[in-house]
Nanobody
Framework: QVQLVESGGGLVQPGASLTLSCVAS????????MGWYRQAPGKQRELVAVILSGGSPTYRNSVKGRFTISRDIPKNTLYLQMNSLKPEDTAVYYCNAALTTWSTSAREYWGQGTQVTVSS
């Protein structure tokens, strides 16, 4: 069974930094892409950043220049370095991976989420 486990969330003040991690485990053959999504109360889930197998990252405009997505391919681990955090960044952050296993074709998997709260 493939599992994605996020960690690193917490309660911080505006302007602080946090680093989120996501570890994918299981019978993974290859990972096509990994990304971070977030969902604030009463709002739809939105893409924060995604990194493809070729290593090229994409960010939503509101986090450009503040967040950095990276990936450790041998460890199947995804990171999100978040700087200059704002109250509007408050949300549950979810890890997503598009991958194939040794016995299934490509599909998407989700982590359980980690809470990020930015408040003074």
């Amino acid at each position: 069974q493939v599992q994605l486990v996020e960690s690193g969330g917490g309660l911080v003040q505006p302007g602080a930094s946090l680093t989120l991690s996501c570890v994918a485990s299981g019978s993974i053959f290859s990972i096509n892409a990994m990304g971070w999504y977030r969902q604030a109360p009463g709002k739809q889930r939105e893409l924060v950043a995604v990194i493809l197998s070729g290593g090229s990252p994409t960010y939503r405009n509101s986090v450009k220049g503040r967040f950095t997505i990276s990936r450790d391919i041998p460890k199947n681990t995804l990171y999100l370095q978040m700087n200059s955090l704002k109250p509007e960044d408050t949300a549950v952050y979810y890890c997503n991976a598009a991958l194939t296993t040794w016995s299934t074709s490509a599909r998407e998997y989700w982590g359980q989420g980690t809470q990020v709260t930015v408040s003074s």
